[in-house]
């Protein structure tokens, strides 16, 4: 990932991040002060990529210990994290286009990989936007088809589908 570094997000991000969440997901905004919570609630699982040369925020990845099963409510607080996660869930990631295609996720999924381990969990799950599907799948996510994810995919749009891999 050249010319590009993760880094820890801090609420001071999160200006930035609510305008890379417009440009890229304009469809579906959620309210900044649920990241503020996640930020919070699980401060190591959010991450901003930066461009080198100048600094700039060119992307974000929000994630987070999370039970199996189950798919945190979009746009909402959490409260606490579940005290036996058995995922590590990937809430969100968003890079604008010229941080597109560099390697970011996979940088990313390895860094996040490491967390999961530390904390016993052998398992990423996340909910794939249909437009990400194709990416998902070439990450080693699997689709899980559940009838009681039904109702809250709905919420993410038609298409969208709950999805799985092991931990590196």
């Known amino acids: 990932?050249?010319?590009?570094?993760?880094?820890?997000?801090?609420?001071?991000d999160l200006p930035v991040v609510e305008q890379?969440?417009?440009?890229?997901?304009?469809?579906?905004?959620?309210?900044i002060s649920s990241i503020r919570e996640r930020i919070r609630l699980f401060p190591e699982g959010s991450r901003i990529?930066?461009?080198?040369?100048?600094?700039?925020?060119?992307?974000?990845?929000?994630?987070?210990?999370?039970a199996a099963h189950s798919i945190p409510p979009l746009s909402s607080l959490l409260g606490e994290l579940p005290t036996k996660a058995e995922v590590y869930y990937i809430h969100d990631i968003a890079l604008m286009p010229d941080a597109q295609g560099i390697g970011a996720a996979r940088?990313?999924?390895?860094?996040?990989?490491?967390?999961?381990?530390?904390?016993h969990i052998n398992r990423f799950a996340l909910v794939a936007l249909a437009s990400a599907l194709a990416f998902w799948t070439t990450q080693g996510f699997r689709e899980i088809h559940e009838d009681a994810f039904k109702e809250k995919l709905r919420t993410y749009g038609p298409g969208a589908q709950y999805m799985q891999r092991a931990v590196d």
């Open 49 to 66: 990529l930066r461009r080198s040369v100048d600094d700039v925020i060119v992307g974000y990845f929000i994630s987070h210990p999370w």
């Open 107 to 119: 940088a990313i999924l390895a860094d996040m990989s490491q967390i999961a381990r530390n904390l």
């Open 1 to 12: 990932m050249k010319n590009h570094r993760w880094s820890l997000m801090n609420e001071t």
């Open 20 to 31: 890379i969440m417009l440009a890229t997901y304009p469809h579906l905004l959620e309210d």
